[in-house]
T-cell receptor, first 112, second 114 residues
């Protein structure tokens, strides 16, 4: 079955380190999204991509970057991790003929 | 700009009782509306969505929601809840004919007690 996966599921890192969170989907969806989930804020969009070589900033993009070199993957990089980036991160993808986004299981990131 | 408000951060309810989770939105253009559910330690999954047509939308697990354009609301209901319905519920909105971005509410935690 097609699916969307995220790795690692849990990550602890130190302030200032570079961290990359992986997202991989097997639906061949063009549209992919990264969100962070924080208590009281719901999910907030970090970055999104409409296809290979396309990336766009969301509402909370500072300190994050993404790259899209193929259809299946959209890795999220924290250039210099900060404690304010401690959160749960969700990746999602959307196909061309549906308004439904499909979410991965999430990555819990702790920045000490 | 769009926004979504879920006024209730937590809703406790006894098993087999009815429940309503409230969602209000604001937008200057037409929107699509969604409810997602998040079970503990899992990702979000779609519960139901309103795109057009009948304002009463039925979803999975016996949930339904009603789109009320005049009140800009999309409340989620279930006539009889189960312990297994304990989860976080998110309302979301997307502009019609616009980008694919979803705007989420802050979530409502449904706590079903025996």
């Amino acid at each position: 079955d097609a699916e969307i996966t995220q790795s690692p599921r849990h990550k602890i890192t130190e302030t200032g380190r570079q961290v990359t969170l992986a997202c991989h989907q097997t639906w061949n969806h063009n549209n992919m999204f990264w969100y962070r989930q924080d208590l009281g804020h719901g999910l907030r969009l970090i970055h999104y991509s409409y296809g290979v070589q396309d990336t766009n900033k969301g509402e909370v993009s500072d300190g994050y970057s993404v790259s899209r070199s193929n259809t299946e993957d959209l890795p999220l990089t924290l250039e210099s991790a900060a404690s304010s980036q401690t959160s749960v991160y969700f990746c999602a993808s959307r196909g061309p003929s549906t308004d439904t986004q499909y979410f991965g299981p999430g990555t819990r990131l702790t920045v000490l | 700009a769009q926004s979504v408000t879920q006024l209730d951060s937590q809703v406790p309810v006894f098993e087999e009782a009815p429940v309503e989770l409230r969602c209000n939105y604001s937008s200057s253009v037409s929107v699509y509306l969604f409810w997602y559910v998040q079970y503990p330690n899992q990702g979000l999954q779609l519960l139901l969505k309103y795109l057009s047509g009948s304002t009463l939308v039925k979803g999975i697990n016996g949930f339904e929601a009603e789109f009320n354009k005049s009140q800009t609301s999309f409340h989620l209901r279930k006539p009889s809840v189960h312990i297994s319905d304990t989860a976080e519920y998110f309302c979301a909105v997307k502009e019609v004919d616009s980008s694919y971005k979803l705007i989420f509410g802050s979530g409502t935690r449904l706590l079903v007690r025996p």
